[in-house]
């Protein structure tokens, strides 16, 4: 399976906005998410896509400031990040599971390499 290549990450400050890009997202039947990892923290999932975007789950730390979307044409995931605060500073993986079936769990998933992204007080 081709590998996961996470992009969009940096430095921003708080309150500034970031969208963060995965490709190849894998077959379209796929589901696909994004977690993170902060500093001394274990990994989180914080969004997670059906393969027709219909359905979507979100980590409380995101919901409202974060949307996961798909473009099955381009083969890609977004998730575009909102409203950042410091606690967000983490590095963010792209993740797919192959399966139709959406899962919470992140055994479940494959990871991309993760790209950072650091947002500043």
């Known amino acids: 399976q081709a590998p996961l290549v996470e992009s969009g990450g940096g430095l921003v400050e708080a309150g500034g906005s970031l969208r963060l890009s995965c490709a190849p997202s894998?077959?379209?039947?796929?589901?696909m998410g994004w977690f993170r990892q902060a500093p001394g923290k274990e990994r989180e999932l914080i969004a997670v896509?059906?393969?027709?975007?219909?359905?979507?789950f979100y980590a409380d730390s995101v919901k409202g400031r974060f949307t996961i979307s798909r473009d099955n044409i381009k083969n890609t995931v977004y998730l575009q990040m909102n409203s950042l605060q410091p606690d967000d500073t983490a590095v963010y993986y792209c993740?797919?599971?192959?399966?139709?079936?959406?899962?919470?769990?992140?055994?479940?998933?494959?990871w991309g390499q993760g790209t950072p992204v650091t947002v500043s007080s």
């Open positions: 894998g077959r379209a039947s796929y589901t």
């Open positions: 896509i059906s393969w027709i975007g219909g359905s979507t």
């Open positions: 993740a797919v599971r192959p399966s139709s079936v959406v899962s919470t769990q992140i055994s479940d998933y494959t």
